[in-house]
């Protein structure tokens, strides 16, 4: 996949009249958002697998639970934090031809 | 007037929903809204009365929210899963529709999800599940897995836009819109770098999607299979509500698709070869979702278990014979010939089948449900009856609006097909195919290496 978005969206983000530092604020934001929704949903499997174990009530059941459920998540929030890295500081051509190509 | 920058775009057609707001955009959100505050009304009525105002009763607990809470999950099956399977298998023709699909997931697990509150006549207690939740309990298995899986979606239908994000970004001239489309955008410029992240992203995505949305309804069926409710108590209630989730997710992707299409005028991107394939799928879940039907019924009808004939007769001769039947008619005697010939599984066609497939299976959660609670195992104790009430079918109007509400939002807020995949199509597409068609035919020879 190669042609997607905008060819001319390099050079009209760099002619942006907005603050960039405000929008950069903001994409952090909302990703510490989704960090704390992940991380919320992680400590309240947890707490679960918690009393089970402090009441004795089939702590089993929970960790099986746990196991496939914790991971996804762990794995959505790599996935998330992966694609904002990637994509806010991978914006930048990687050789001249590529960086006519995409003014162009 | 000078026409806007970005009607010389191409795909221009696919922009003008998002940045022009037509009289019909404010009537249909107004229209919407009516309904949806019906339903929020009749929910007021509920929270200050108690769940006295609706028909449930013992023995029969779960009534129209279930049902709707069923029947939502699973056509949230229309999105993610079949767009990740259409994504991983490389099928060209999904372009147009994945974002179509992908909404109605996101939206229809939050609506779902909002059901089962509405279920409970205490919703404040709501958070005992936070704080003391056990999970031996099958809902909490769905709580997790439901959470899971709107996550993954939500996840799943943003990335994807990113591109088309940064398009409406470049499109726009200033304002809230041009920060909330940079915020989002992230940057994008579409460099080689970003497209390697964003495919490596949505490959691994696509693969994660999948099993979280075969649990999701699997985990569903488990809120009554884990009982030993009769008619309930089945090992094949996970595969067989996985198939219909299917089925009916289908037939909500081509109902929404047929509407978008002619109120968007996007005769060229929907075609009809899409209801086409799409019409071959459901039909085979039609076949699927008979043969599930029929192997479950069979099953108790040979065992001639009392406790499970009683509700098997319900069904069929008594009280809800009605429904069952009205379900075999909306699932399999219309959809099924419409499906099967050629020359009837046209756009209309399909859209008619689709039409009586969702009420069907709309049907089909009711019938699983009600008919057992109203003749339990233990029915020396108490039998009973189900009729819904006012207040619930007001509920479920305003959810069913909701749902449509928030769809003609986001087409508002989104480009609602994927112009990026599109685009991509138009460039590399034939080119795609024939290298694979050369792959795998012996004798062609590949091109690259």
């Known amino acids: 996949m190669n042609t997607t978005g905008t060819k001319k969206g390099w050079s009209l983000t760099r002619a942006r009249t907005l603050d960039g530092r405000l929008v950069l604020r903001l994409q952090l934001l909302v990703l510490a958002g989704f960090t704390v929704f992940a991380a919320g949903v992680i400590a309240w499997i947890g707490r679960l697998i918690y009393i089970s174990w402090a009441w004795q009530d089939v702590f089993s059941a929970s960790i099986g639970i746990a196991l496939v459920a914790v991971p996804v998540f762990i794995v959505l929030l790599t996935i998330v934090i992966y694609t904002f890295w990637g994509l806010v500081f991978g914006k930048e051509p990687e050789s001249a031809d590529e960086m006519r190509n995409l003014e162009r | ?449």
């Open chain 2, 1 to 449: 007037m000078d026409k806007p920058r970005w009607a010389a775009q191409e795909d221009a057609i696919l922009l003008q929903p998002v940045l022009v707001t037509g009289k019909g955009f404010y009537v249909t959100v107004g229209a919407l809204g009516v309904l949806v505050l019906v339903g929020v009304a009749s929910y007021v009525i509920q929270f200050n009365n108690g769940l006295g105002v609706t028909g449930l009763n013992y023995p029969v607990s779960w009534g129209f929210y279930i049902v709707n809470f069923v029947f939502f999950i699973g056509i949230s099956h229309a999105g993610t899963l079949i767009s990740a399977i259409l994504r991983l298998s490389q099928a060209e023709w999904r372009r147009p529709i994945t974002r179509v699909a992908e909404v109605i997931t996101v939206m229809v697990l939050g609506i779902g999800g909002m059901n089962i509150i509405i279920d409970l006549g205490r919703p404040d207690r709501i958070s005992s599940i936070f704080l003391y939740g056990r999970y031996q309990s099958p809902l909490l298995w769905d709580a997790t897995s439901i959470t899971a899986y709107l996550t993954a979606s939500t996840v799943y239908l943003y990335i994807p836009m990113i591109p088309d994000i940064a398009i409406l970004r470049d499109a726009v001239d200033g304002g809230w819109r041009k920060t909330f489309y940079s915020v989002f955008a992230l940057g994008w410029t579409g460099s080689k770098r970003q497209h390697r992240v964003l495919n490596r992203a949505i490959t691994i995505l696509a693969v994660l999607v999948v099993p979280i949305a075969v649990s999701v309804h699997t985990v569903v069926s488990f809120v009554f299979s884990m009982t030993v409710q009769p008619m309930w108590h089945s090992t094949i209630f996970g595969p067989y509500f996985v198939v219909g989730a299917i089925f009916s997710g289908i037939a909500a992707l081509l109902v929404i698709m047929a509407i978008l299409r002619r109120i968007f005028h996007l005769e060229d991107y929907l075609q009809p070869i899409h209801f086409n394939y799409l019409g071959l799928l459901m039909l085979v879940m039609v076949l699927l979702w008979s043969y599930f039907t029929f192997a479950e019924y069979l099953t108790t009808y040979y065992g001639n278990e009392p406790a499970e004939m009683r509700v098997f007769m319900t069904k069929f001769d008594g009280q809800y014979s009605f429904g069952f039947w009205a379900m075999v008619f909306f699932n399999v005697v219309i959809p099924l010939p419409i499906l099967a010939i050629n020359r009837t599984r046209t756009i209309t066609g399909t859209v008619v089948a689709a039409v009586s497939i969702m009420i069907g299976m709309w049907l089909e959660r009711y019938i699983i449900i009600a008919p057992t609670l109203a003749n339990p195992r233990l029915h020396q104790y108490a039998t009973g009856s189900y009729v819904p009430s006012l207040v619930e079918i007001g509920i479920m109007v305003g959810c069913f609006s909701l749902f449509a509400l928030f769809y003609v939002l986001f087409s508002k807020i989104f480009p609602i097909v994927s112009i990026s995949e599109v685009r991509e199509g138009r460039k590399e597409t034939l080119a795609i195919v024939e290298e694979r068609v050369r792959r795998y035919t012996p004798g062609l020879g590949r091109l690259t290496t």
